[in-house]
């Protein structure tokens, strides 16, 4: 079972990580900026997986060497803030000099992700967001989202914790192969993402099934400019 963090992720998503925390050994690598809820995560997974080895961020040659060198034999979580996006990540493995066959034998997963406020269930209220809002994540015009309207259970709020929006990058043969063949991200993403949602998907799922508002939503996938 996951936590109440991981409930906006898809149920192929939970499959494929729940089927990373089953093996015996292997990385998942957690990847999100400060403020993502990586450590929500780690927290998440060893839940489930107790006898898991967590290490902290892989930010150095040796630290993400000794983590692929034990995870070989045992299963391993690790986090880096130094990617945004699950192919970032892979490529911060290869900038560390790790050698692509070790990390296509040997990394299982890459959650990449964002965190935001969820909406009280109690009292989310339906609305249909302008196309300044909607646009950005992608949805039709007259799309129904939902806004923080405030009660006695969120305390006037009208939000009740945070929940994960996840990119799930699962290494399967095809995904190894191509790591170890110097393959560019599109080939893996074209891969992946035919199957398991992107951030921008992840998060556009969020908002249209009442889980954050539209507004939190665009902040993800259209960054403030300064």
């Avoid at 963090?5 to 990385?27: C, I, K, N, W, Y």
């Avoid at 060893?46 to 034990?70: F, I, K, W, Y």
């Avoid at 939902?146 to 009660?151: E, F, H, K, L, N």
């Amino acid at each position: 079972m996951l936590p109440p963090f991981f409930a906006g992720m898809t149920q192929p998503a939970r499959s494929a990580v729940l089927d990373a925390l089953d093996e015996a050994g292997g990385l998942i690598l957690v990847a999100g900026p400060a403020g993502s809820g990586r450590s929500a995560t780690l927290r998440g997974l060893l839940r489930s997986r107790p006898d898991a080895l967590v290490l902290g961020d892989l930010d150095m040659p040796e630290t993400a060497a000794a983590a692929l060198q034990t995870a070989r034999g045992r299963l391993v979580l690790a986090t880096t803030a130094s990617a945004g996006d699950s192919l970032a990540a892979l490529g911060h493995l290869a900038a560390l000099r790790i050698d692509p066959f070790s990390i296509a034998c040997v990394l299982r997963l890459v959650l990449a992700q964002r965190q935001v406020r969820r909406l009280c269930p109690a009292c989310r209220t339906p609305v249909q967001p302008t196309n300044s809002v909607t646009a950005p994540l992608g949805l039709e015009p007259g799309a129904v989202a939902y806004r923080a309207q405030g009660c006695g259970c969120c305390e006037g709020s009208g939000f009740a914790g945070a929940i994960g929006a996840f990119e799930t990058l699962p290494v399967d043969a095809t995904v190894g192969r191509l790591i170890v063949s110097g393959s560019d991200q599109v080939a893996i993403a074209n891969h992946v993402f035919r199957r398991w949602p992107n951030l921008s998907a992840a998060v556009r799922a969020l908002v249209v099934q009442g889980f954050t508002t539209a507004g939190e939503g665009t902040a993800l996938v259209r960054p403030q400019r300064q």
